[in-house]
């Protein structure tokens, strides 16, 4: 049974996060997401090529996905004990999905928007310090980029403030490590001076 449900998880966890809600809203607005902007399929790309209500759109749809990869086995296997393993499983591969989608040729957005969705079901606090963190650092610098840098490594570091369990913990600085890695090319631009404010 752990065998049928770990591999259930990861499964349709990753299938989830392959879901390619920033291209098919994108599409819906006549737009080639890949040609347009930054050419990433996430929320942020979405928002500045398409519109506001485009790009909270996509937003909204990548953060259940991971909210769902997370949930969706504690309600079938049932035993809470096993949920939250179960559940980071589920995330793990819901990001995996969200950024090498096979319905995109295995490209695909950063993760951050599904990886917050996962959060708020595997642990909220955890997350609304990681929201704090991108708000307080998006207000003072307007990068997108830097928020999420920045999103990312707070994880691990309040979870180890709030005791939480290793599992976790060690989850959350590979999450971060992910984060950082998949804004490598903002990282540079972000040195370089010519990484794009949102206004």
């Known amino acids: 049974m752990a065998f049928v449900s770990i591999v259930s998880t990861i499964v349709l966890g990753y299938l989830l996060g392959a879901m390619p809600f920033a291209v098919i809203v994108a599409r819906a607005h006549g737009v080639d997401i890949f040609s347009q902007g930054s050419g990433n399929p996430g929320a942020t790309n979405v928002k500045r090529s398409v519109g506001k209500k485009a790009g909270n759109l996509v937003f909204l749809l990548d953060f259940l996905k991971g909210c769902l990869a997370v949930l969706w086995p504690g309600w079938v296997f ?37 990886a917050m969705g996962g959060l708020l079901a595997l642990n909220p606090w955890v997350l609304l310090i990681g929201v704090l963190v991108w708000l307080g650092l998006f207000k003072l610098s307007r990068y997108v980029s830097l928020a999420s840098i920045g999103f990312g490594v707070s994880l691990p570091l309040s979870a180890l403030l709030l005791q939480q369990t290793h599992a976790l913990v060690i989850f959350l600085t590979l999450l971060a490590a992910v984060i950082v890695y998949r804004h490598k090319a903002n990282i540079q631009r972000l040195l370089n001076g010519t990484e794009n404010r949102f206004n």
Do not use: Y
């Open 78 to 114: 049932s035993a809470w004990e096993g949920a939250v393993p179960l559940g980071i499983w589920g995330l793990v591969a819901a990001i995996i999905g969200h950024s090498c989608s096979v319905f995109m040729q295995f490209r695909g957005g950063k993760g951050v928007a599904t």
